[in-house]
Nanobody, 117 residues
Framework: QVQLVESGGGLVQPGGSLRLSCAAS????????MGWYRQAPGKKRELVATSTFGVRTNYADSVKGRFTISRDNAKNTVYLQMNSLKPEDTAAYYC???????????WGQGTQVTVSS
């Protein structure tokens, strides 16, 4: 069984930074992609960033230039470095992964990011 566990959320002031981590564990023989989504109260879950095949990245327009996704393949871990945070970045952030050729079907439990003064 495969699990995704996120960490690194918290409360930060506008303009501040946070780094989220998501570690995949269990019976894993292939990870084609890992990424992050977020969901604010009353809104739909939206893509933040993805990293596929270890080299291809994709970002939502709202976070380009501020957020950076990276992966440590040896640790089956994906990171999201978030800089210049804005109140509108406040949301629950979820890790998502394409593991063992089953598509993007694995999700973490979510970690809360709150940007407020």
């Amino acid at each position: 069984q495969v699990q995704l566990v996120e960490s690194g959320g918290g409360l930060v002031q506008p303009g501040g930074s946070l780094r989220l981590s998501c570690a995949a564990s269990g019976s894993i023989f292939s990870i084609n992609g890992m990424g992050w989504y977020r969901q604010a109260p009353g809104k739909k879950r939206e893509l933040v960033a993805t990293s596929t095949f270890g080299v291809r990245t994709n970002y939502a327009d709202s976070v380009k230039g501020r957020f950076t996704i990276s992966r440590d393949n040896a640790k089956n871990t994906v990171y999201l470095q978030m800089n210049s945070l804005k109140p509108e970045d406040t949301a629950a952030y979820y890790c998502n992964a394409d593991i063992n050729f089953r598509g993007w079907t694995y999700w973490g439990q979510g970690t809360q990011v709150t940007v407020s003064s």
